[in-house]
């Protein structure tokens, strides 16, 4: 699942970066929190859903490629060193189930959990149903966010299309062009961030930032490795919104949208709330 | 979380019981695989949800309602006895994680998996942005399909609105009335199986069934207990479609509404097929 040099050394790289903790046992790995990717009280969800998710890639015994991934944000991670145990929950010729787990502390206070289903893709019949949004093609050049935001929006350029925050907008959907920064090509974990790279949707609907937390996070790969590879390091287009909001939660719906119309994914989330 | 009289003795009520399987450890319990929700080679998916919500319902020491539900369909589920073992991932003061598996056999194989979070719902600002979609009210009476279905589709009222089967229509849209049958005031695991009651996006797309099988299946739940009691035993308007059906896997995206334009869920699936 490596991507090409230019990946090597990329923020997104270290800091999901796993090592055995034991010698001879692939299941249980060993990471650390990355300041580049740093939110308000614990790492960006989404580089957390990517480690989850890498911490599957590293299995020798892995089959073909993700197509599910959903992670329950337990608790806040905290800055430092964590563990992670990954269990092969099934495995069939086709379809591989697996289950993870992110600890810390002494007592291996579970943080976060995820389920990972695994898959091979294979010629078949096919459509796309969903019709990509009308826009138009994203800018030659365009950089991060600009303005006092959490550290790891710096290691994304974004293009918004429409989506201001704060503006008590009568929808919450966003439409932007998003990619690593600096260039990266896309692979599964980069995308499984993206899924995460959204500000929440009250703040699209509400005047002022109100305290927010994802419960649950879900990334459908729909991208194949021709997919992915056609794709490398061009921007993605990314669209989300929010269907209810009420007594404290919010979802999301979100399609990460790639070079030929192509639909890389299909992500939803479920957010605590206070307002 | 029991319904009223009226849904003590009803199927699915019997499909989903659970016992503890040892004295004193509400976190391993044992049941059955129904007959009457038996679907092609194994229960019908709804009904392995349902079960693994409520063993998370029956815990002494749950908090608040269910807000998000994920299932992994590892294996075919067998007919007959299966263990459930509950693990409470973290818990904090409004919100819980709970990991579940489903066992078979003397070697423990894991049939199906799931992560639930449950929540305290609180007052707050609130609004749906969904838009139910405009459709004449359900009619007085209707009953279960008739045809040559598998056999808990009779568990179900249903009147499709739109949605016909094997018609190679140009969308998988699905728009119907569906209720338990007979009637059962809606709770949380009735809900989560009326999820999984559409039939398979590519039976919308094709002329004939093909092999099918749902990996993963996720519900939020937006219905907090005043709405779950305002439905009663009112049918749910069920819409479904699928956004991509693209080597050997679709996916589906489905809204319930309940009474006064409410969204009680939503739900996402990713499905295996061959074609």
């Known amino acids: 699942m490596a991507g090409p040099d230019l990946a090597a050394d990329h923020p997104l790289d270290r800091a999901i970066a796993l090592v055995a903790a034991r010698a001879d046992d692939p299941r249980c790995l060993s990471g650390a929190t990355s300041e580049d990717y740093w939110n308000a009280v614990g790492p960006f969800g989404g580089v957390t859903a990517a480690t989850l998710l890498n911490a599957v890639l590293l299995q020798p015994d892995r089959l073909g490629v993700p197509l599910s991934l959903t992670v329950s944000y337990a608790g806040a991670i905290r800055a430092g060193g964590f563990e992670i145990r990954v269990r092969l929950l099934r495995g069939g010729r086709t379809t591989q189930h697996w289950s993870v787990d992110l600890v810390q502390g002494p007592a291996d206070e579970v943080m976060a959990s995820a389920l990972v289903a695994c898959v091979l893709r294979r010629d078949t019949w096919g459509v796309r149903e969903a019709r990509p949004p009308a826009v138009a093609p994203a800018p030659e050049s ?130 605590w709330y206070k307002e």
Do not use: K
């Open 142 to 271: 365009f950089g991060p966010r600009s303005g006092e935001f959490p550290r790891w929006l710096r290691w994304y350029r974004e293009h918004l299309v429409h989506g201001e925050l704060y503006r008590e907008s009568p929808h919450s959907e966003t439409l932007a062009w998003i990619a690593d920064a600096p260039d990266r090509a896309l692979d599964y974990p980069a995308l499984a961030a993206i899924c995460d790279a959204f500000f929440p949707r009250i703040y699209l609907r509400r005047p002022r930032p109100v305290p927010i937390a994802t419960v649950s996070l879900n990334v459908y790969f729909h991208a194949g490795l021709a997919a992915m590879a056609a794709q490398g390091v061009q921007p993605v287009l990314a669209q989300a919104s929010g269907q209810v909001f009420s007594e404290g939660f919010c979802d999301q719906e979100g399609r990460i949208w790639g070079a030929g119309e192509s639909l890389l994914a299909t992500t939803h989330q479920v957010v």
